[in-house]
């Protein structure tokens, strides 16, 4: 039984992705997950403030429910499905160990950064609101985040995607080979 | 009756983003790192079936369920907006080690600081839509 608890590889991940796609389209949506983000300023109010929120959010209840789902799911995966132990490449976690991640290779998630005795750490607490807000700010900007440009737009062949996903990685190796050093080093 | 075909989609999605570990820190920063296959063979094999499975919806004009159209409409065209709009949003993939999707995921999953995350995503897409109309887009 010990291989329910293994990560599935990449090649079941990736096409169950897609079929998760296809799903949605077939059921007349856009795979999109970060939509439910501005759908949730809407409901809070946020169209008094700015045009963007007003909206008929009520178009986009199914994919909250979709979103209510996938916290369920993750319920499910991290207490039925998984030994919650994420492998790494020996090397990058070597250099993580170097910037005071020690939980590598024993926890699903950095215990240095997402424990929540981290919280009393302004520093953590910074790194969590500002990765946030970045996230946030960023997907609308960019008109959608991973699922909608990584996965649906690129499928779609859409250049914009492509020029997203490459302001991703721009970002993101920014973040990692410039600005970790500053944070954790 | 349609409600919950999306949970139990969601619910799928969440095991999914789950187990496939594209929804843990390490294997972001891995994956920024170019350390392993692992993510780039997941966006890889999702975007090689999404491509023919997409074209093949087009070539033969396949209509969703109830016969309306499916959603593949084109994005606006725009460089400035997708390159620095993609790259604040790749600042912060590669900081909170978590995109969208995977955040609601690690909520359930009982990880109370992602709901930190999702508060600063939440003022993120605010001020976004404060800011809208003067930005480049």
Same mark, same amino acid.
């Given at each position: ?89 020996e090397?990058?976690a ?6 005071g ?25 910074a790194?969590?609101?500002?990765g ?54 | ?37 692992? @993510? %780039?063979?997941?966006? +890889? =094999? ?5 491509? $023919? ?20 409409k ?12 993609g ?14 999707g995977? @955040? %609601?995921v690690?909520? +359930? =999953? ?5 709901? $930190? ?13 404060v ?7």
């Open positions: 039984m010990e291989f329910i608890y293994e990560p599935w590889p990449w090649y079941v991940s990736g096409p169950l992705i897609a079929l998760t796609m296809f799903v949605l389209l077939f059921l007349g949506k856009q795979f999109g997950m970060s939509s439910n983000l501005r759908t949730a300023c809407a409901i809070g109010g946020a169209g008094k403030v700015s045009d963007f929120f007003k909206f008929d959010w009520k178009s986009q209840r199914w994919n909250l429910i979709l979103v209510l789902g996938s916290v369920i799911g993750g319920f499910i995966a991290a207490n039925y499905l998984s030994n919650n132990k994420v492998k790494i490449n090397d990058v070597l250099k993580l160990n170097s910037y991640i020690e939980s590598t290779q024993q926890a699903y998630l950095p215990t240095e950064i997402f424990s929540t005795e981290s919280l009393s750490d302004p520093k953590v607490l790194i969590l609101i500002v946030g807000f970045l996230v946030g700010f960023g997907a609308r900007y960019a008109g959608g985040c991973t699922s909608g440009h990584a996965i649906s737009g690129l499928s779609n062949l859409q250049l914009p995607s492509l020029i997203a996903v490459i302001g991703f990685f721009i970002g993101g190796l920014v973040m990692i080979n410039f600005i970790y050093p500053l944070i954790f080093g | 009756m349609k409600s919950i075909i999306y949970l139990i989609v969601g619910v799928f999605f969440g095991i999914l983003m789950y187990k496939s570990e594209a929804a843990s820190w390490f294997r972001i920063y891995e994956m920024f790192e170019f350390g392993a296959f692992h @993510m %780039y063979g997941i966006i +890889g =094999s999702a975007l090689f079936l999404g491509v $023919i499975g997409t074209s093949l919806i087009k070539k033969f004009d396949i209509k969703a369920l109830g016969g309306q159209e499916m959603q593949l084109p994005k606006d065209k725009s460089i400035a907006r997708y390159l620095v709009g790259t604040i949003f790749g600042l912060g993939w590669a900081l909170a080690g978590a995109c969208p995977p @955040m %609601y690690l909520a +359930g =999953s009982g990880y109370v600081s992602i709901l $930190i995350v999702i508060g600063g995503a939440l003022l993120g897409t605010f001020v976004y839509g800011l809208k109309n003067k930005l480049p887009h």
